[in-house]
């Protein structure tokens, strides 16, 4: 059974898809009494509380973190030490502190040393997103059969552990606790390759269209589709790139053999190994939407 956990505040830095989806979750849920919103764009903190995804904000990060029991930080990845180191003289004793970046092990690197005894830091990666951004994106529906991703260290306490567990379960999501390295190398693979792909794709075919050649009005669904996620936030995932870069370069060269190994094929019209990797593919494909459809 779920630990059952009820904050008087939360503060949310990054008032965005994920901060804010996760203050309608806990509100909706009657779990928090109080959220205040943190962030640098004054529209999007007025929209938030307009929506009801917070109920005060500010710009200043140490004013915002005052008295409260559970910050979450959903800033781009690499503002978040700079963010939490910002936080720490206003956070009271006991504070839980979590993330919400794609990549770990780097983050946990710069924030641990930093933080005093009284303060809990659990690290947390909800696998959940749109192509949106901002308040305006935010839904509570969210995490509902997502995972979320949480990679505790030696320090982090058992107890805060729980509670962020618990809000993220509260959320609808499966929680799932492994080592910070692994996580970076999974990622890198099923969520950072795709994204770079997807921007490289839609930057090639604007190549060919600033040679003059007019090929976008002739993209149909599947263009559309496969490169949605070109349209997610290119200061997030560039930051991404930074944090993660080993794992990101390593996925790349193996993809770069894989498209290699598929252009000889071409340019040999080996269509016998080309229907086998295709065949393999639309395997593996069918298999993975069978076991969702099976959850």
């Given amino acids: 059974m779920a630990k059952t956990v009820h904050f008087k505040k939360i503060a949310i830095i990054g008032v965005g898809l994920i901060g804010g989806s996760l203050s309608l979750v806990l509100k909706q849920k009657g779990m928090v009494e109080s959220v205040a919103g943190i962030g640098r764009g004054l529209e999007n903190l007025q929209t938030a509380k307009r929506l009801g995804v917070v109920d005060s904000f500010t ?15 959903a800033t781009p990845v690499l503002k978040i030490a700079e963010t939490i180191k910002k936080a720490l003289p206003s956070l009271k004793e006991g504070c839980i502190i979590t993330d919400v970046g794609s990549v770990k092990e780097a983050l946990i690197n710069q ?5 005093p005894a009284s303060v809990h830091f659990v690290p947390g990666h909800p696998i959940a997103g749109t ?3 901002g308040a305006e994106a935010a839904f509570p529906e969210l995490f509902i ?8 260290t030696e320090k982090t306490g058992p107890e805060a552990l729980n509670i962020v567990k618990a809000v993220w379960e509260a959320a609808g999501s499966q929680v799932v ?6 996580h970076d ?10 994204h770079m792909i997807a921007y490289s794709l839609v930057n090639a075919i604007g190549d060919i269209e600033a040679k003059g050649t007019d090929a976008l009005s002739y993209s149909a669904g599947g263009f559309k589709d496969f490169t949605r996620i070109a349209s997610s936030s290119p200061e997030m995932w560039s930051d991404i790139c930074a944090l993660n870069k080993n794992s990101i370069v390593s996925v790349i060269e193996d993809f770069q053999a894989r498209l290699e190994k598929l252009k000889n094929q071409i340019k040999a019209s080996d269509l016998k190994c080309i229907k086998e990797d295709f065949e393999r593919a639309k395997n ?4 993975l939407l069978q076991r969702q459809n099976n959850k």
């Fill in 59 to 73: 710009q200043d990060v140490s004013e915002g973190v005052k008295d409260a029991d559970l910050v979450v930080v």
């Fill in 185 to 194: 190398s999974i990622l890198a693979a099923v969520s950072h390759l795709p």
């Fill in 131 to 133: 192509e949106h951004s």
């Fill in 177 to 182: 606790v492994m080592d910070a390295a692994t």
């Fill in 145 to 152: 059969n997502r995972k979320c991703i949480l990679t505790p």
């Fill in 284 to 287: 593996i494909r069918d298999s």
């Fill in 111 to 115: 924030i641990e040393p930093m933080l």
